[in-house]
């Protein structure tokens, strides 16, 4: 095998890209495994995202999606034990919880109590008296509250161990930007990159938001697009809040470690419009700020945008090409992606190595003739 020789060729270098990799090398160790990104995408969602592990608050009927989300909120704990043991950098993760007011629900509110109880979500109610005592921080007219078991991770420190437990697990990861495909037949031989063709086995289509002009170069129609979020962080105390809050078009989510509060998100069909626009981030901290007054105060650190891959259906695309035999998808991950990665991750690995045993046909690449 040569130097440009791989047995899996990853095309994408965020959280999903990365973790197939790292799953993929520690269950099969013989791999011989390249990720290829492009090292100048400041876009990516993968830095760009808040790290709320959130299915509860996201999602509201039980369906395959929420089950697969669900799944991978419980998986965490030891998917980043391993993480962090392969790579040697720490990622703050906390299960403390989120907080939902009422006043962000109104008229869903009932509802969502019926969901989490027939759901059997580990979740409590507070009165108002009990916000007072657990979240004192809180703006008096939340109302009653629910208390929600689930999680937070700082992304950007599990997306540096990623790639650090792939270098260290002996993954390729080449800073290269694919523009193309040689391929022979329906099989694809070789990714064109601007630092040479990286010659695979298997391929992976795992670039997010960019996934579908990639497959536009082998005639492929990706029914995908970015879909902007401007966030921004503050400064507020360490220990200020150990939940994450969800408003009403508005998340505030803990980074700890001295790192503040990420504010969120818009949701913009804008295309890849890089642009952090001040007005929309005051916006973002008045909005925060009605359920967390002191953000009003909170020094502001810093704003980015980045891009949600999102498929026509809102629906992850997690499998093996129909239309090229040694082609597979992981993308479209959309609002939770970083939930979704230990999950997505043993469930790539399991596809591509053909130990899989469901196959979930809500997420096939066939729904969309790819
Ligand atoms: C503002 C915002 C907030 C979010 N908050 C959350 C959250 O709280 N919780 C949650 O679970 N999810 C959240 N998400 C969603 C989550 O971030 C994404 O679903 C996830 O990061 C997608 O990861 P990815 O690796 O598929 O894509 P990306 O992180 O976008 O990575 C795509 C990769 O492909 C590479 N690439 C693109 N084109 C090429 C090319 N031609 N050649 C080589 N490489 C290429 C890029 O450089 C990049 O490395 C948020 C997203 C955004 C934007």
Known sequence: MENNDFDIVVIGSGVIGHSIAFRLKQDDPQLKIAVLGDPVNS???????AGMLAPFCECDKADRFFKFCRESLDKFPEFLRELVSVSEVPVHFS????????????????????????????????SSDKVRQKAPYLSDNCGEVMWVREGQVNNRQMHDALIQASRNLGNHVLEANVSGFIRKGSTLASAVTDSGNINGGQFVLASGSWSSQLARVLEVSIPMKPIKGQMCRVQLEDHFMDYTLHGKMTYIAPWREGNGFVIGSTMEDKGFDPSVEDGVIDRLIANAAEILPCLKSAPLIESWAGMRPAAEDLMPIMGK???????????????????????????????IRQTLDNENSEFSPSRYDL
């Open 43 to 49: 876009l990516q969602a993968s830095r760009a995202a």
């Open 321 to 351: 090409s129909g239309r090229y035999d040694n082609l597979f998808y992981s993308s479209g991950h959309y609002r939770n992606g970083i939930l979704l990665t230990p999950n997505q991750a043993d469930y790539m690995s399991g596809l």
């Open 95 to 126: 299960i403390e919880g989120s907080l939902m007011p009422s006043s962000s629900y109104r008229e869903a509110w009932e509802e969502r109590k019926v969901f989490f109880a027939e759901e059997d979500i580990p979740h409590e109610v507070w």
